[in-house]
C-alpha cells in the first residue's frame, strides 16, 4: 500500500461535475492498493499517518499532529501509483491490486480514518475524479 500524504489549506475531489468530498485544512491523500496488501499493513500506514507531526506548533516547530490540529483528511483512490515505467514508455500497473481487493482496502482506511478523524471526505472509487488542493508548505510525504 502506497499513501501519498499532502498538507493542504483545503482539498475537494468532483466527480460529473458535482462535488463529492470536499476539506479544510489537514491532508489530502492518495491511496493505491498493491498486489497482496492486507488490513494489517493498512491499520500500520493509518497509524503512521495519523501519528505524522507535520503541523506547526504555537512557536513555528514541526511538532503537531492531524489530531492535535483538528485537521480533516480527504482520501482519494489512486491505483496510478503503482505505475511500473521501467521499460518503454506506457507505464504497466501489474503491481496494482485488482479493483475488488483495492476498493475494499480503499474502503477499510476509510473507516480507519474515521474512528479518529472527525471529518474524513472520500472519492469514488474507479471513477474519473477531478481533485483540487492547495497543498500547505508545500508539504509532501509518502509512506509505503
Same mark, same amino acid.
Given at each position: 500500500?502506497r499513501l501519498v %500524504? *499532502?498538507?493542504?489549506?483545503? +482539498?475537494?475531489v468532483?466527480? #460529473? @461535475?458535482t462535488?463529492?468530498?470536499?476539506?479544510g485544512p489537514? /491532508? !489530502?491523500? !492518495?491511496?493505491?492498493?498493491?498486489?497482496g #496488501?492486507?488490513k494489517?499493513e493498512?491499520?500500520?500506514?493509518?497509524r503512521?499517518m495519523l501519528?505524522l507531526? %507535520?503541523f506547526e #506548533? $504555537?512557536n513555528g516547530?514541526?511538532?503537531?499532529?492531524?489530531?492535535d490540529?483538528g485537521?480533516?483528511? !480527504?482520501l482519494?483512490s *489512486? /491505483?496510478t501509483l503503482?505505475?511500473?515505467? +521501467?521499460h518503454?514508455?506506457?507505464p504497466? /500497473?501489474?503491481?496494482a491490486? $485488482? =479493483?475488488?481487493?483495492?476498493k475494499e !482496502?480503499y474502503?477499510?482506511v476509510i473507516? *480507519?480514518?474515521r474512528r479518529e478523524? =472527525?471529518?474524513?471526505? *472520500? @472519492?469514488?472509487f474507479?471513477?474519473?475524479?477531478?481533485? $483540487?488542493l492547495?497543498n #500547505?508548505? =508545500?508539504f509532501?510525504?509518502i509512506?509505503?
Amino acid at each position: 500500500m502506497r499513501l501519498v %500524504i *499532502q498538507r493542504v489549506s483545503h +482539498s475537494s475531489v468532483t466527480v #460529473d @461535475g458535482t462535488v463529492v468530498g470536499k476539506t479544510g485544512p489537514g /491532508f !489530502l491523500v !492518495l491511496v493505491g492498493v498493491g498486489r497482496g #496488501d492486507t488490513k494489517a499493513e493498512a491499520d500500520r500506514l493509518v497509524r503512521k499517518m495519523l501519528a505524522l507531526r %507535520i503541523f506547526e #506548533d $504555537e512557536n513555528g516547530k514541526i511538532n503537531r499532529s492531524i489530531r492535535d490540529v483538528g485537521g480533516e483528511i !480527504l482520501l482519494v483512490s *489512486q /491505483f496510478t501509483l503503482y505505475a511500473d515505467c +521501467s521499460h518503454g514508455n506506457r507505464p504497466g /500497473f501489474t503491481e496494482a491490486a $485488482e =479493483p475488488g481487493k483495492a476498493k475494499e !482496502l480503499y474502503e477499510y482506511v476509510i473507516e *480507519q480514518c474515521r474512528r479518529e478523524i =472527525p471529518v474524513v471526505e *472520500q @472519492g469514488i472509487f474507479g471513477a474519473d475524479m477531478k481533485v $483540487e488542493l492547495l497543498n #500547505d508548505g =508545500p508539504f509532501t510525504i509518502i509512506l509505503e
